[in-house]
Every structure is written in structure tokens, then in C-alpha cells.
């Protein structure tokens, strides 16, 4: 019997997946059993490199940041602090409690910095969708529903997600959206432009964003309730709800039912570390964010959760439309750092930003208690289901209000008297008396807001005297002029 020959080409596949195998082995056992790093190492090393810059505790270095003589990562400030090395505090600088940025929950990301750390090779998703031709990752979507879950702030099940840079992206589909629903129509209603509404005080976006659009299906009327007041049910509404609501901490309620109005509920601070959960919210159109989340603002990435099918369509067509499609490594970023949210129950991420808010709560409300000046919203306690336990809201801003007659612009007396500029109440359709202050900065900041409130409040009798003899003396004098010129 003549023996087998092997075919040259199995041999040479076989040998080849040999060493194939005995190099994996060795990369992965050959170091400890660590995996040996190649074309990522680079990249690692730098962003440890630019981690390890101090900059004192009151900034922080980027890989994105300017750059020194000698290659080194320069240090980006905190407010009132600078410096090469943000060691040097600007006593005479203003504190900003304007901004809403989220950096409060900047010390949590830090404590879990290899959990929430990606690494994105230069040949990562280059293409326009993902292999299933979709524009969102469907892990990414399956996070969002598993966080929402655990949260119990909104119901996902049966429902569409459409993801979009931020909830700015997605507020203005949602209004496109509803509106142009009118138009499918042959009633009445089509020929005329859907009337969008709001709840004094509001979040100015709202309006400046509706007015530079200017469609022809919608028009940006305001103040809800006067419209309320005089529409028959006639008009195609569409109202901005918030809730929790910026910038007073409201849970807020439509005011508008009926076949001709809609809602959309920007929902972006509705979690645990800001407001109690009494029951996950059920609406029809829902934005989120992930900046109010984890914090990221800059990633630029938020969701909304629809009932209807033909509102979702509108919704993802304007996102392709406008943007085609959100960035696939900002997807991949809010993967990661869902993925550590969700990790034990998401117990770790809400309790830290509930601690965090709910201190500094407790250190404004001490202040501004010793004040007749100055006096900010009040709150109600709610069982919070996540908690379950009842507790009261820590909401991302402060709606303080000038008590005083005189103080007709509140923004104006804290910044000539304490050097703290937050946004005017006007920004939010309310009263100048009103002015907002943003608690989730850095915790630098906070402690200059506070510690400046804390000289103020402790000036005012001084300077309510002071103002009283004035007043009293004024009305004098022009009393004697007035007697001695009759």
C-alpha cells in the first residue's frame, strides 16, 4: 500500500498556527501572566503621563491641552486659581456659580480611573454605521435601557431610543418632530404654526433655540399659562415640561392635554444623586443626557425614550439629517462609563453625587438661613424608590431671590457685594429678583460661592443701617426742600 503524502500547504498552516499560539502564550504568560502592551503602549504611557500632572489639586492637565517648553502637559485652573501649577489663589477674583458644568462628580471618575478609561486604536470604526448598517451601537442601547432599570426613573420597555449629540440635538428633533405630525393632517390645524410653551421659570434654550430655527411649523409663545388662559383647544400645542426643572428644582407636570397638544419632558436631572424617585416616569417623549448622568458634558451625548413609532422616525431622521448620525467614539465612551455606572447596582455612582449635592445643600440652606436678604426655593421630601427611603431633593442649582425692596436686581448685588456672578433671573423668563447659582461645579468653586456668601450674610445688618439712614435722611432733606419751596 503506498503511504499518504502530507500536502505541503497543510504543514505550513499547521506549523504557522503553531507559532502563532506558542507567541500568544508567551505574550500572555512570558510577563507575569500580564498581557505585554505593543502598539498601545504609547498612547498609555502618555495618558498616565499626563494624569500623574498635580497642578496642585485645583486643575487639571489634558491630553487635548496646551503644551509647555519641553513637552510638558500644561495646567488648566480651576476659578480664582492660577499659576503654572494653579498653586496661587486669586483672592481678588469673581467665584462662578453660572455655568452648568458637572464637575462635583469629577472625584468619583478619578477613584475609578482604569474602570472608565478607554483606549481607541486609530483604525476604530471608521466607517458612517455600525457592520448592522444602524447608527447607534446596540450595546450601547442596551446600557441605556440596564441603567434606566436600576434607576427606576423612566420606563423603557416597548419604547424607541434615538440618541443625539447631547439633549440640546434632541429637543429641538422632539419639536420638529410633534410639529410637523400636524402637517400629516387635513385638519385645521396644518395651516398654522404649533404654539411652543413653557413654565415660567424655564430653561432659556428653549426659546433661543426655537426662535434661530425659525420653521414654519412652530412658534415659541412663552408663558404657558397665558395661553391656557384664552385658548379654546383650537391651537396645536407642543409644551416644554421639565423636570426636574431648571433652574428651581421643580418636578414639573404638563398643563396642556387633549388630541391637539403634546409634551416633551426634558428629564436630564431626573436621578437619584439630584431628586427623589417616586416612580419611574412614563411620558410619551423623554430626554436624557449623560452630562447630568456621569458628569460628561463635553462627550456631547444624550438619548430620548419615545412611545410612538412615527414621532421616533421624525426624531432619528433629523438626527441623520442634521448630524448624520452621533460619533462613534463618543458611543463608545458613554458604553464605558455606563458600564461602570451600571457595576454593583449603580449604588457606587448615585450615592457619591447624592453625599456630594446633599452637603453642599446643607452648607448653602446654614447660610442663607442666618439671612433676611437672601432667601432660596423650598423643597419638599419624597420616597425615593431607588433610596427607598424618604429624602429631599439636591437639585444642580440654587433659585435664590433678593427679599429687600431696594435689591430690584439680585444678580447685580451679588456681584458688586460679593463678587459671585451666577445667570440672572430674566435668562429664565422670572423676575430679576431672582438669580441662579450652579452648585455642581468643582469643589473649588463651591467653597468660594460659599465662603463669599458667608461675608455677605454676615455684613447685612451693617449694611441694612446704613442703607435705612440713607433712605431716612434722603426723604428728609427733600421733605425740607419741598416745605421751604412752597
Not at 502598539?39 to 491641552?65: I, K, M, N, T
Not at 385638519?187 to 413653557?198: F, H, N, Q, T
Not at 426624531?315 to 455606572?341: C, E, F, P, W
Request: proline share 3%; glycine share 6%; net charge neutral.
Amino acid at each position: 500500500m503506498a503511504k499518504l503524502q502530507p500536502n505541503s500547504s497543510v504543514v505550513c498552516l499547521l506549523v504557522f498556527s503553531v507559532v502563532v499560539n506558542l507567541s500568544f502564550i508567551f505574550k500572555l504568560y512570558g510577563h507575569g501572566g500580564q498581557w505585554e502592551l505593543s502598539w498601545s503602549r504609547r498612547a498609555a504611557e502618555e495618558a498616565e503621563q499626563v494624569a500623574a500632572v498635580p497642578c496642585s489639586g485645583h486643575g487639571r492637565a489634558y491630553l487635548d491641552g496646551l503644551v509647555l517648553d519641553g513637552n510638558q502637559p500644561a495646567c488648566e485652573c480651576n476659578s480664582c486659581f492660577g499659576g503654572s501649577d494653579c498653586s496661587q489663589f486669586l483672592t481678588d477674583c469673581e467665584s462662578n456659580a453660572d455655568g452648568g458644568d458637572p464637575f462635583f462628580l469629577e472625584p468619583f471618575w478619578m477613584e475609578h480611573a482604569s474602570k472608565s478609561a478607554i483606549l481607541v486604536a486609530g483604525w476604530h470604526r471608521m466607517g458612517y454605521t455600525f457592520s448592522d448598517k444602524a447608527y447607534i451601537s446596540q450595546e450601547l442601547e442596551r446600557l441605556i435601557r440596564k441603567v434606566h432599570d436600576i434607576a427606576g426613573n423612566a420606563v423603557t420597555q416597548g419604547r424607541y431610543i434615538v440618541v443625539g449629540a447631547g439633549s440640546t440635538h434632541l429637543l429641538n428633533a422632539a419639536v420638529q418632530a410633534l410639529s410637523s405630525s400636524s402637517n400629516d393632517s387635513s385638519d385645521s390645524l396644518s395651516s398654522s404654526p404649533a404654539s411652543i410653551v413653557v413654565t415660567i421659570p424655564y430653561y432659556a434654550l428653549y426659546e433661543t433655540q426655537t426662535e434661530y430655527f425659525q420653521s414654519v411649523n412652530y412658534k415659541f409663545e412663552g408663558d404657558g399659562s397665558l395661553l391656557k388662559n384664552i385658548s379654546d383647544g383650537s391651537k396645536r400645542v407642543i409644551e416644554f415640561v421639565t423636570a426636574p426643572n431648571n433652574p428651581d428644582g421643580k418636578l414639573n407636570n404638563a398643563n396642556f392635554e387633549g388630541p391637539n397638544s403634546a409634551a416633551i419632558y426634558d428629564r436630564v436631572y431626573y436621578w437619584p444623586h439630584f431628586t427623589p424617585i417616586p416612580t419611574p416616569a412614563n411620558d410619551d417623549v423623554m430626554v436624557f443626557s449623560i452630562s447630568k448622568l456621569t458628569g460628561h458634558a463635553g462627550t456631547r451625548l444624550g438619548w430620548a425614550v419615545i412611545k410612538d413609532e412615527a414621532v421616533y422616525q421624525r426624531m432619528l431622521h433629523h438626527t441623520l439629517i442634521s448630524n448624520l448620525g452621533i460619533s462613534r467614539d463618543a458611543q463608545l465612551r458613554a458604553m464605558k462609563l455606563l458600564n461602570v455606572v451600571v457595576e454593583g447596582g449603580g449604588k457606587e455612582i448615585f450615592k457619591f453625587g447624592y453625599t456630594t449635592m446633599r452637603k453642599r445643600w446643607e452648607r448653602l440652606r446654614n447660610t442663607l438661613s442666618l439671612s433676611n436678604r437672601f432667601s432660596v426655593q423650598r423643597d419638599e421630601p419624597l420616597y425615593c424608590k431607588f433610596f427607598q427611603k424618604i429624602k429631599r431633593p439636591s437639585p444642580a442649582y440654587a433659585w435664590v431671590k433678593c427679599e429687600r425692596l431696594e435689591d430690584v436686581d439680585c444678580y447685580q448685588v451679588l456681584q458688586e457685594e460679593a463678587n459671585v456672578y451666577g445667570r440672572r433671573g430674566s435668562v429664565f423668563g422670572a423676575e430679576d429678583r431672582y438669580v441662579r447659582l450652579a452648585l455642581i461645579r468643582s469643589q473649588d468653586d463651591f467653597d468660594i460661592l460659599l465662603h463669599r456668601l458667608n461675608q455677605l450674610v454676615s455684613k447685612e445688618d451693617t449694611q441694612h443701617r446704613s442703607y435705612m439712614i440713607n433712605v431716612t435722611t434722603d426723604r428728609f432733606f427733600r421733605g425740607k426742600t419741598h416745605v421751604s419751596s412752597s
